[in-house]
């Protein structure tokens, strides 16, 4: 395979839709005045998906939802990939919890990515995302600083994470303009 350089676009809620949903407080989002006029409420952002329809349950042999915090050390560009990842039982997402800066590397396709289709989108502070059921991704690519994300993902029966190496030196993000 001959070496991709993906360009770097701006995420957006209609490029990555193919993908999953963009997390963010805009004016897009409905939202309601809540707490005596104090707070707003931008709402239902992301469909979290378990893939059996056991939303928050516990039960023992249902999937249920899990809330991490991922702590992601920077990367420099030019950055040469080295594997996606998918999980095929559910939908993962990342919100960072500080105004940082972070890459988010997808591809369409089924049982192995499309890596012709590969997109790379860069998240601006206040942007996550929300990973589709079986979206391929690059994990965390944080640029400029350490930066603490809160991850929402499932946890319950069967194996929710599949691996994809790419090709030796086959596929580089390319330096921010």
């Known amino acids: 395979m001959p070496p991709l350089t993906l360009p770097i676009e701006p995420l957006s809620a209609a490029a990555f839709t193919p993908f999953g949903d963009v997390i963010e407080a805009s004016d897009r989002a409905q939202r309601t ?10 709402h239902d952002l ?7 329809g056991a939303e928050g349950q516990h039960s023992e042999g249902r999937a249920r939802t ?8 920077p990367r420099q560009l030019p950055l040469c990939l080295s594997l996606l990842e998918r999980h095929p039982l559910g939908s993962q997402a990342f919100m960072p919890l500080s105004p940082c ?3 988010v590397v997808v591809a369409p396709g089924g ?11 860069l998240a601006a502070a206040g942007q996550g995302v929300n990973y589709a059921r079986g979206t391929w991704h690059h994990p965390l690519l944080s640029l400029n600083e350490v ?7 499932r946890a319950g029966p069967g194996v929710n994470l599949e691996e994809y190496p790419l090709p030796r030196q086959a596929v580089w993000v390319a330096s921010q303009a």
């Open 147 to 153: 930066c603490d994300f809160l991850v929402i993902d």
């Open 111 to 121: 049982a192995a990515p499309d890596l012709a289709g590969m997109r790379c989108f």
């Open 101 to 103: 800066t972070f890459l």
């Open 33 to 42: 005045r809540i707490n005596e006029g104090f707070s707003e409420r931008y």
């Open 46 to 52: 992301a469909r979290v998906d378990l893939g059996d």
């Open 66 to 73: 899990l809330i991490n915090i991922f702590r992601s050390k």
